[in-house]
């Protein structure tokens, strides 16, 4: 299963980012490791929001508790949701199309 831990940014976070990203940084890798965290990281140019991709929804949840980046007020809100993944090499729940059938 994957999970999709959501962050809706501070307008400030730019701003006020540089004082708790390595320890932000250092959960996430931590979170990696253990194989909890798949992919995470900023969305937009200028950054607007970030996604971190989960393998269950507990770790997510845990993971957004601990960041200091919502501990600390550079994430307006979090949200965790199931993303059901069907196509691609790493998809949890595969769906091939059906062959086609011959009469």
């Known amino acids: 299963m994957h999970v999709l831990l959501s ?3 501070a ?3 730019l701003a ?3 004082g708790f990203r390595d320890s932000h940084l250092a959960l996430a ?5 253990r194989g909890d965290l798949l992919l995470g990281g900023a969305v937009g140019d200028p950054v607007e929001s970030a996604l971190l991709l989960f393998t269950s929804h507990e770790a997510a949840t845990a993971f ?4 200091p980046y919502v501990t ?4 307006r809100g979090w949200r965790v949701q199931p993303w059901i993944t069907v196509v ?5 729940t595969p769906v091939h199309p059906r062959p ?4």
């Open 7 to 9: 962050y809706e940014l």
């Open 72 to 75: 600390q007020g550079l994430v």
């Open 16 to 18: 006020r980012r540089g």
């Open 100 to 103: 086609e059938s011959t009469h």
């Open 88 to 92: 691609g090499r790493d998809a949890a």
């Open 64 to 67: 957004a508790e601990a960041d």
């Open 29 to 33: 890798w931590a979170a990696a490791e």
């Open 11 to 13: 307008p400030d976070y």
